[in-house]
């Protein structure tokens, strides 16, 4: 599921983060929006029937054979998915129609245990409320960071 976010209005957070380094500037956006959306990757844990271990993580990049998203080269994209400690996750997530092996021997299906999604719907608006503050906070810090170190 891909959701995208557009914040207009927030001009003074577009001139500060125009006013750094382009990596620095995605920089800083990477992690706010990492702070704001590791509460869905929590609580989609949370549900997790598994292990302890976290089955959901929040990431810039997918796992080898996962596609692309067609994410903008000035943009800044994040993943709330499985982490290595779950590759099946997206199984038990959709389930699985009947499964066959190839001699023909069924071997069952899986129903499917909504986690990401629920917890997805549940607090997206409250990411879009929190990332502005998440970018003013991750703003101020990076520049003061910088004034620091003199640059």
Known sequence: MKSSFKI?????????????????????????????????????????PGSRDDAFGVSSKLKRGQPESEASATGVTMYVGSTPNAPHAHLVEWGTGPRFHKSGKYVGAVAPQPMLSPSWDALKDKILEGLAASLREEIEATMARRAKRGM
């Open 8 to 48: 207009d209005g927030l001009r003074e957070i577009d001139n500060a983060l125009a006013a750094l380094p382009k990596a620095t500037s995605k920089a800083v956006v990477r992690r706010a929006l990492a702070k704001e959306l590791q509460p869905v990757a929590d609580m989609a844990n949370s549900l997790w």
